[in-house]
């Protein structure tokens, strides 16, 4: 019976977690933005700088009218935001933040990553399909185009790290993780960070939901509650890709003080990697659809199989 | 029943009826979404046989990749939202004599091949990727390279087509 409660447990810590990280995400993004272009951003929700921003934005939300199109396929329509939204909870439950620290370890933990992350898309195109409207068909097209590109860069260089350490499992990653591998794996690093933007369709890689072509993409007939779902899922695919970078990449928990406040190290990597998410959107403008993909097919895809083969050099050299 | 056997079977009927859902719905991207839940819930069946990796390597592939290319394709040619009734074509009843013959084959090798063996879960091997692994490359290591020739010739042949395609209209430009 306490197997049952410590797993209960350990999953409401991880909801809670993916409930509070991507709000926070999206508030940092609120001031961040507003401060890099020279305004201040939110400041009279909650009296101090903005907090209670999203909170509000929340409340807003709840209150919306549920509309369902006319002519849209309605079962559909409204159950892609959960199809969205539930893969993130899911692969939160996988990601350690210190030894032990984590909801589920698993011995293939990155390839459960990857294929779960995979699903998120399907409830973007959903909706996309569902709506019953030229702008968000389009998106829709846009969104599995871009998808399909930048799956293969972003999957082959999680290979390179599992073969460099050796194990699939996220855990024992940082553990064979060392400091020269910020090096080995730098090209892997900028990949996996590059790929993953596009699958989260972040600016500058977010021309299906470009407003001034499409309106809102997938989510232009998206109001209320439902579209929160789908921007929270977008602000919680923010909080998995930097802490996958961060548990991947960058070391994790490893850092002085290691022992004591490894799971610190993680979230200090894991908001770095986030603050960067939120400063690429304001530095660059949006790809065109051509340059997308030819980004993802001459750009990436060529950088993952190079460090593929450097890593397998690396390994069987040292082995 | 154990409640392994009663998962075992929940998910193999959720599998069962989203297959027969799949070809019967009158909408073309309902099938493709049903599919996700055959392929879904046969992915869970993997699971509870305690082959793991394969499991979400047919999360990836099948639910990530292929569906995702379906809906692209169906997005791209014909999405209409609603009923379609011009899907059921003259050939229902041949199609569904084939299917059965090829169901009942494969169910008569499987239970040739295995109708005596009993996977103990209390002491299985739990299949992760490196059991799976050493499998594949060391005892199934022939049918491995076999399979790889034939998705390297379907490689080429799509190569192949699509070069066709896009040679015409230059030639006919040119006459």
Known sequence: MSDLLEALLRVLVVLVAFLLLPLLVGQAEHKAMAHMQSRVGPMYAGMFHGWAQLVADGVKFVQKEDVVPRDADPAVFRIAPAVALLPYFVVMLVIPLGPGLV????????????????????????????????????????????????????????????????????????????????????????????????????????????????????????????????????????????????????????????????????????????????????????????????????????????????????????? | MSWVQVLFVLLSLVAVASALLVVTTSNLVHAALWLVVTLGSIAGVFLLLAAEFVAWVQVLIYVGAVVVLLLFALMLTRAPTGRQDDLNVGRVVPAAIVAVLVGAVLVSTVVAGFHDVQLDLERAVVGSASVTGGTVFRLWVLPFEVLSVLLLAALVGAIVLSKLRADEPAEAGED
């Not at chain 1, 050796?166 to 790929?195: D, K, N, R, Y």
């Not at chain 1, 949006?286 to 890593?311: C, K």
Request: aromatic share 14%; charged share 10%; glycine share 12%.
């Open chain 1, 103 to 319: 909801g589920q370890d698993l011995d293939v933990g990155l390839f459960f990553v990857l294929a779960v992350m995979g699903i998120g898309v399907i409830g973007t195109l959903m909706g996309g399909w569902s709506s019953a409207n030229k702008f968000s068909l389009l998106g829709g097209i846009r969104v599995a185009a871009q998808l399909m590109a930048y799956e293969l860069p972003f999957v082959l260089v999680g290979a390179s790290v599992a073969m460099a350490a050796g194990t699939l499992s996220l855990t024992g990653i940082v553990e064979e993780w060392q400091p020269w591998w910020l090096l080995w794996q730098g090209i892997g690093l900028v990949v996996f960070f590059v790929a993953g933007l596009a699958e989260l369709q972040r600016p500058p890689f977010d021309m299906p939901v470009a407003d001034a072509e499409i309106v809102f993409g997938p989510y232009t007939e998206y109001g209320g509650l439902r579209f929160a779902l789908f921007i929270l899922a977008e602000y919680a695919g923010i909080v998995v890709l930097s802490a996958l970078t961060a548990v991947l990449f960058l070391g994790g928990w490893r850092g002085p003080f290691e022992d004591s406040l490894g799971w610190l190290w993680t979230l200090v990597k894991t908001f770095l990697v986030a603050f960067v998410v939120i400063w690429v959107r304001v530095a660059y403008p949006r790809m065109r659809e051509d340059q997308l993909q030819r980004l993802a097919w001459q750009g990436l895809v060529p950088l993952a199989l190079l460090q593929l083969a450097l890593t397998a050099v690396g390994v069987v050299a040292t082995a």
